[in-house]
Nanobody, 111 residues
Framework: QAQLVESGGGLVQPGGSLRLSCVGSGIIISNFSMGWYLQPPGKGRHLVATSPKTGTTYYIDSVEGRFTVSRDNARNTVYLQMNNLNSEDSGTYFC?????WGQGTQVTVSS
């Protein structure tokens, strides 16, 4: 059964950085576009970035220039590098690919 597993979340101070990972099993990530989504506490899930199989990644305005999506096809993994984090970046991050959602990883930005 195909699945996606996120990791790398945690507690970080404002201005800090985290790198999230999304590892695919039973699914070859190089064959799919993917998205990173954020669900803030008490709110709905929304798109953060989309990464096509090839081409330019799209970022929402609030993370443009701070977040970077990258792929390591050899590891079947997609990363979300998050820099200069602020409290509005807090929540559960999910990766989505090929109709599959990961279980999410929690990010808390707080001093």
């Amino acid at each position: 059964q195909a699945q996606l597993v996120e990791s790398g979340g945690g507690l970080v101070q404002p201005g800090g950085s985290l790198r999230l990972s999304c590892v695919g099993s039973g699914i070859i990530i190089s064959n799919f576009s993917m998205g990173w989504y954020l669900q803030p506490p008490g709110k709905g899930r929304h798109l953060v970035a989309t990464s096509p199989k090839t081409g330019t990644t799209y970022y929402i305005d609030s993370v443009e220039g701070r977040f970077t999506v990258s792929r390591d096809n050899a590891r079947n993994t997609v990363y979300l590098q998050m820099n200069n984090l602020n409290s509005e970046d807090s929540g559960t991050y999910f990766c989505y690919m090929g109709g599959i959602w990961g279980q999410g990883t929690q990010v808390t930005v707080s001093s």
